[in-house]
């Protein structure tokens, strides 16, 4: 018996159909890191409620800016910076200590400080940098 051209595309597609939901549904599960989550197969960043301290410049010390300069945080909470200039930028304390390198035009890796205190921070390129206040 021969079967009418369109019932075997029918049938060609219901059964590629069942192949590719059989294929799916045996994929392993897929993991991420902590701070990561699985969206179309790929591991991407959670999203963060962050405060943000914007970076903003023409890679010239005398126009390089933070705003704003002083932020509020509770103790442990996430902030993070957001470079907007051209160029990259490094975030250091008053001690010296690297916080965070962040990427032209990107945003930095979240960060927290656990313990209550003013803390001064510097950005190269910039001739002056702001406080972080943990509270």
């Excluded at 059989?22 to 591991?43: N, W, Y």
């Excluded at 690297?98 to 313990?115: N, R, S």
Aim: aromatic share 6%.
């Amino acid at each position: 018996m021969s079967y009418p051209s369109s019932m075997r595309a029918v049938a060609a597609a219901l059964l590629a159909g069942a192949l590719v939901a059989c294929h799916l549904a045996e994929s392993p599960q897929q993991s991420c890191d902590a701070g990561f989550h699985v969206d179309l197969g790929r591991c991407v960043p959670d999203p963060t409620n962050a405060t943000g301290v914007t970076i903003s410049a023409a890679g010239d010390a005398s126009t390089c800016s933070v705003a704003p300069e002083t932020v509020h945080v509770p103790a442990g909470a996430l902030f993070h910076f957001v470079n907007q200039d051209t160029i990259d930028h490094d975030v250091h304390g008053a001690d010296g200590q690297l916080w965070a390198t962040v990427p032209k035009e990107q945003t930095g890796p979240d960060e927290a400080i656990d313990k209550v205190g003013s803390w001064p921070y510097t950005v190269s390129g910039c001739g002056k940098g702001g406080t972080i206040v943990v509270e």
